[in-house]
Nanobody, 129 residues
Framework: QVQLVESGGGLAQPGGSLRLSCAAS????????VGWFRQVPGKEREGVSC????????AYVDSVKGRFTVSRDNAKNMVYLEMNSLKPEDTAVYYC??????????????????????WGQGTQVTVSS
């Protein structure tokens, strides 16, 4: 079983950047597909990105393609989400996720398609001038 703790959220101006970090403990993160979801109050949770266990396969929701980059450092048991060119509509609570069985393909980012087993507590990202 893996525990996930996010950090790095905060306030950014439109066009700015933030880097989210996710520290994993309790298991080897290299055995998991990892990713990020986000949720705005009153709206459905949205898959943002995922990164496969092997091969470095990534997937992104269309709204963040070209702006966000997911990465991992298995030696440090860390996952990252680099967010650039931030927009007000990126404002949400961002959750780090992990699962040993989920396959990282774009369809798995759609709401309700898959359920990741492990979630962090979330970190707030607010994009506003």
């Amino acid at each position: 079983q893996v525990q996930l703790v996010e950090s790095g959220g905060g306030l950014a101006q439109p066009g700015g950047s933030l880097r989210l970090s996710c520290a994993a403990s309790g298991d080897t993160l290299g055995d998991y597909t990892v990713g990020w979801f986000r949720q705005v109050p009153g709206k459905e949770r949205e898959g943002v990105s995922c990164l496969s266990r092997v091969g470095g396969v990534t997937a992104y929701v269309d709204s963040v393609k070209g702006r966000f980059t997911v990465s991992r450092d298995n030696a440090k048991n860390m996952v990252y989400l680099e967010m650039n060119s931030l927009k007000p509509e990126d404002t949400a609570v961002y959750y780090c996720v992990a699962d040993p069985r989920v396959i990282c393909i774009p369809s798995t980012l759609k709401p309700g398609v898959v359920q990741y087993d492990y979630w962090g507590q979330g970190t707030q990202v607010t994009v506003s001038s």
